[in-house]
């Protein structure tokens, strides 16, 4: 399964929820906090869910990229 570009568009949009009720919730947040959007899957993206992900800035990891990853951070894995 290739994560479409609609699964990362929903993924967007609730993220901008949360980070607006996350923000009139605590005062301490404000215009200019700085917010990172993540999507990582441990398959892949399709090529229009890449190239939107890319043109939102926002940071994407496929499973090949997670695993290596892991690798350079020397996660142990257990059975």
């Known amino acids: 399964h290739f994560v ?3 699964e990362v568009r929903d993924f967007v949009g609730g993220a901008l929820l949360l980070q ?3 923000k ?3 005062e ?3 215009l200019f906090t700085p917010v990172l959007l993540a ?3 441990t398959s892949d ?3 229009p869910a890449y190239d939107y992900c890319r043109q939102c800035g926002l940071w994407n990891l496929t499973g090949l990229s997670l695993a290596q990853l892991a690798i350079r ?3 142990e ?3």
């Open 77 to 79: 894995i257990k059975p």
């Open 39 to 41: 999507f990582w899957t």
């Open 20 to 22: 607006d009720e996350v």
């Open 73 to 75: 951070l020397k996660v």
């Open 45 to 47: 993206f399709s090529r």
């Open 4 to 6: 479409t570009v609609n």
């Open 24 to 26: 009139r919730e605590n």
């Open 28 to 30: 301490r947040y404000g």
